[in-house]
């Protein structure tokens, strides 16, 4: 009995002159780089819902800081947060003014107006994660495709003698 051949070492093994071995090697390293792929999108999607999770709480935290009384003149203070407040509205809303805050007060309708611009920042946030979902769904499925037609090609092969399935060894 021989060796046998691991799976890197078949899909090293190209241009060998049998067209249904080169055809199932091509598909299969295909199948791997669209592997890749799927993996790079995974992490896109689990960074997008993370900063999805940090504007939430950030919405969250200026919610808190309006004023208690219910005249829209009376300012709500940032308090100890009015640092990092301002830090995450510079990185998820860079476009909007962050000078009324400068003295750790804002009036509510600035404050009604900043939670605005988040709820904006979030929605393009999701926007861009059912772009990368649908772009993973596609790939998945191509994915799946020339994995099937790679094992259906050794299959094929099988059927004409060559025993290349049951050679293979871990490693």
Same mark, same amino acid.
């Given at each position: 009995?021989?060796? /046998?051949?691991?799976? %890197?070492?078949? +899909? #090293? ?8 071995? &080169?055809?199932?090697? !091509? ?51 940032? /308090?100890?947060?009015? %640092?990092?407040? +301002? #830090? ?8 909007? &003014?962050?000078?009324? !805050? ?70």
């Amino acid at each position: 009995m021989g060796t /046998g051949t691991t799976i %890197d070492q078949w +899909l #090293a093994s190209s241009n060998t002159g049998d067209v249904l071995h &080169d055809s199932a090697v !091509a598909q299969a390293n295909i199948g791997q780089a669209l592997g890749d792929s799927l993996k790079e999108l995974k992490l896109q999607i689990e960074d997008i819902t993370a900063r999805i999770k940090r504007v939430n709480q950030l919405s969250d935290l200026l919610r808190s800081k309006r004023p208690v009384s219910t005249t829209q003149t009376d300012p709500g203070d940032l /308090g100890a947060d009015k %640092d990092t407040i +301002l #830090a995450q509205m510079e990185e998820f809303c860079p476009n909007i &003014d962050r000078t009324p !805050a400068n003295g750790g007060k804002l009036a509510q309708s600035t404050i009604d107006q900043w939670l605005a611009a988040l709820s904006g920042s979030s929605g393009d946030m999701q926007s861009e994660s059912s772009q990368v979902q649908a772009q993973m769904s596609s790939a998945l499925g191509h994915y799946n495709g020339f994995m099937e037609n790679a094992s259906g090609t050794i299959k094929k092969r099988e059927q004409l003698g060559d025993s290349t399935a049951n050679n293979f060894r871990s490693g």
